[in-house]
């Protein structure tokens, strides 16, 4: 269940890809959220541009659909 209809603007923090996770954080507020590998559409970096949606996982939100910002 995607929470918002408007794609959220953020950047990729932190990215481990070696254990598949990390942090983005959203332009708008500073808020930070996990972000999975399953949960990626493109490769991401730090310090990447990105657009995501939120979904509520296990331990709170979570970064999904996460894409380069164009």
């Keep these: 269940q995607i929470l918002t209809t408007q794609m959220k603007e953020g950047t990729v923090k932190f990215f481990n890809e070696a254990k598949g996770f990390g942090f983005v954080r959203e332009t708008a507020t500073g808020q930070?959220?996990?972000?999975?590998?399953?949960?990626?559409?493109?490769?991401?970096?730090?310090?990447?541009?990105?657009?995501?949606d939120l979904k509520e996982g296990r331990k709170g939100l979570n970064a999904v659909d996460v894409k380069l910002a164009k």
Aim: glycine share 4%.
């Design 32 to 52: 930070e959220y996990f972000v999975h590998a399953t949960g990626l559409i493109d490769k991401v970096r730090e310090n990447d541009a990105i657009t995501f």
